[in-house]
Each structure stands twice: as structure tokens, then as C-alpha cells.
């Protein structure tokens, strides 16, 4: 790769940060499935600072609780959008399940190393208005890949999606099992299939 190739990708990757979540678009036939790993991709960054409030307030990964409030508000939410609620449901529990992943990982680095020092973002006023706006949009998101959703090669396109989305930003790779499990239950069959 040529140094002004490297440059576009780094640039174009940086656009793609710097716009604002509501703007992330990409051309072609599966812009709704891209939008989608955006904003899960987006939604699972939260992570960290969740679980750096947690660990610095000695409070458990785990919000059973809070998640079935969650889940359930996304039901109504979705119903009125026109999104199978079932389906949000699910979609939603891969989120949380992908989080909490995630946030336990985090936990088992700092136990072994350092944890972080710096003060977390404050969990009810910067982190959790982030991902309530993200909730919504991921709604949205969700009744743009409905028709996508019972394809045959459903699966195949969202590991090609996914795929094509690490390939132009600055993807973690430590977050690659927690965004499978975020997509889950994005295709009716389930799973992310191999790109051919």
C-alpha cells in the first residue's frame, strides 16, 4: 500500500469519526447494514468508560435490573417505530451481552495491570444520555435492515459489512468477539457468516 493510499484510509477514517453519529452513511447496497455496525460499533466504544465509573465506584458489571428496564422500553420503542419487538429485543440483548463482555475483559486487564487512574466519566450525565441517544438510533437502524434480515446470504453480508468497516477505520481487534456478538441476531438464521 502506497503512502498516499495509507493517507486516504487514514483520512477517510478520521471523517468518519468525526461526523456525527447521526450522518454515518456509506454508498451502495448495504448502507443499512453499514449504518447498523456503525452505530453498534459506536455503542460498544461506551464500554470503557462504563466500565472504568464501575471500577472506580466498586459497583458489579451486571445491572439486571437496569437491563430488563432496557428491554423493555426497547420493546414499545420498536413497536412504535414498526420494528419487530422481538427482534430489538434480541438485537438489544447482544448489546448488552457484547458490553458486558467487554467491560469484564476490562476488568481482568486492570486486575493483572494497572488500572486506569484518571477520573471515569460520570455514569448518569456523559456516558449513559450517549447511549440513550444511541438506543434510538440503533431503533432506527433496525427497521432499515428489516427487509435485509431474511436473506439468504444475510449473514454473508453483514461479515462482508463488518469487514469493510475494520478495513477503514482504526478498529480495535480486542472488540472482535464482542462486535460478533453484538450482530448476532441481525439476520433471521443468525450468526455472522465468512466473507467468501
Known sequence: MTLLTRASVRCAAALLFALPITSVHADGDDTALT???????????????VAHWKWQHHKPITDTPREDALLANVQKRATAAG?????????????????????K?????????????DPAPDL???????LDRLTGQLIGALARVQSV????????RVARTLANWKA?????????????????HVCESGGVGGVA
Do not use: H
Request: overall charge neutral; glycine content about 2%.
Open 35 to 49: 449504518n447498523l455496525v456503525a452505530l453498534v460499533s459506536q455503542r460498544l466504544a461506551l464500554a470503557e468508560p
Open 83 to 103: 420494528v419487530d419487538p422481538a427482534f430489538a429485543r434480541a438485537f438489544f440483548r447482544d448489546q448488552i451481552d457484547a458490553s458486558t463482555q467487554m467491560q
Open 105 to 117: 475483559s476490562l476488568f481482568d486487564t486492570w486486575r493483572a495491570s494497572q488500572a486506569p487512574s
Open 124 to 130: 448518569a450525565t456523559a456516558t449513559r444520555p450517549q
Open 149 to 156: 434480515r431474511g436473506a439468504p446470504d444475510c449473514p454473508a
Open 168 to 184: 477503514l477505520t482504526r478498529y480495535d481487534s480486542a472488540r472482535a468477539n464482542a462486535m460478533n456478538q453484538a450482530l448476532e
